[in-house]
């Protein structure tokens, strides 16, 4: 079944060319051009994927990030003219998954929209007979490799695509401590540069969200190395 992408900008040109490179990929797209459509799209239709833009009239892209992560943690790529790192670090802070600077490539595009579907579905094609096998259990936390999800003392955790592969990376190698470039190329499986700060980003989040749940720290951090989880 082919994946069903919302294009969120107001500047139709750019939504138009983003929505002929993913049709030509195979992707049904839909598109919105304010963040009231977008959040009212999303209420009546089921999406694999939001391409949001941040400079919408009636609601920006920041405000409808942070409405759909109130409920749900589909992928989410958030798409700026703003190039400055803290317009990117507020945006992983917000709850997307990963941010491209306008002007870009649309083929950069499609390549970052397909590792965010891989990232966030490719456990779901598993036959639920191995579902079993892919339970992760850390005290009261359970971690679901076969399903994507996670919970605490039976409580879900919601997580981001992203959020989740950290976590089952540090969980599932437990007392190793990974840099923040190892967990970059292995969850992003992209290159890492030094002036990224996106893992930085989303470890703050994910270690947020556990210790709410949890009531203690989970990730720690090892100065000057990178992250681990110990039990």
């Known amino acids: 079944m082919s994946k069903k992408i919302l294009i969120v900008d107001d500047d139709r040109e750019i939504a138009n060319l983003i929505d002929i490179y993913l049709k030509n990929e195979g992707f049904e797209t839909s598109q919105s051009h304010d963040g009231l459509e977008a959040l009212d799209k999303l209420a009546a239709e089921t999406f694999h994927l939001i391409v949001l833009d941040i400079m919408m009239p009636k609601m920006d892209g920041m405000e409808v990030c942070r409405r759909i992560r109130e409920t ?8 700026s003219a703003k190039a400055e790192d803290m317009d990117k670090i507020l945006g992983l802070m917000t709850g997307a998954d990963d941010y491209v600077v306008k002007p870009f490539n649309p083929l950069e595009l499609v390549v970052r929209v397909k590792t965010l579907l891989r990232r966030a579905y490719q456990y779901g094609n598993q036959a639920s007979a191995t579902e079993e096998a892919g339970w992760l259990k850390m005290g009261e936390l359970m971690i679901n490799k076969s399903t994507h999800t996670a919970e605490v003392d039976g409580r879900p ?11 089952y990376l540090l969980a599932s190698n437990t007392g190793r401590v990974f840099s923040a470039e190892d967990i970059f190329q292995q969850v992003w499986k992209e290159k890492y540069f030094e002036s ?3 893992v930085m980003v989303h470890i703050s989040k994910l270690r947020d969200k556990l210790e709410q749940e949890m009531g203690r720290k989970l990730i720690t951090t090892v100065w000057g190395v990178g992250y681990k989880i110990e039990i």
């Open 196 to 198: 990224n700060n996106t």
């Open 72 to 79: 749900a943690s589909i992928p989410i790529l958030m798409v």
């Open 157 to 167: 955790v919601h997580l981001t695509s992203t959020e989740f592969g950290i976590l």
